[in-house]
């Protein structure tokens, strides 16, 4: 190996009788993984008390989305005019928000979106 510096996925590359042998391409970096669940299991918020003051709906998935799917929303005109793609939120009204790297875009219709990557329980860099 030629300099290569001590990252974990180099040695989890190199565990085993093949450990030895492997060949690393120079700038190959591994995909950023982060676990990011599944979603919770609060039904209700409440309030300074503890007194329940809203509830959650039981369905996980509106207009074919859920919270956590990669989409990409083509907007042909307005104040949010032009292509985003990123992380949804979505909401039972059809009004869903983005997160790309720029920022958060909220107020999406779920007709301008289109699904890229559905959830799995990570994110991905």
Known sequence: ????????????????????NIVIPLGLQPLGIKAAGHGNRQMCATDAFGFPKRHRTNQKSFFGFQTGDMARASIPSGKKQGVHTGRVLVRATGSF??????????GISHK????????????YQ
């Open 112 to 123: 301008h979106c289109v699904a890229v990557h559905r959830k799995d329980g990570y994110t």
């Open 1 to 20: 190996m030629l300099g290569l510096h001590k990252e974990h996925w180099l040695d989890a590359a190199c565990v085993g009788e093949s450990g030895a």
């Open 97 to 106: 928000d983005i997160q790309t790297k720029a920022g958060r875009v909220a």
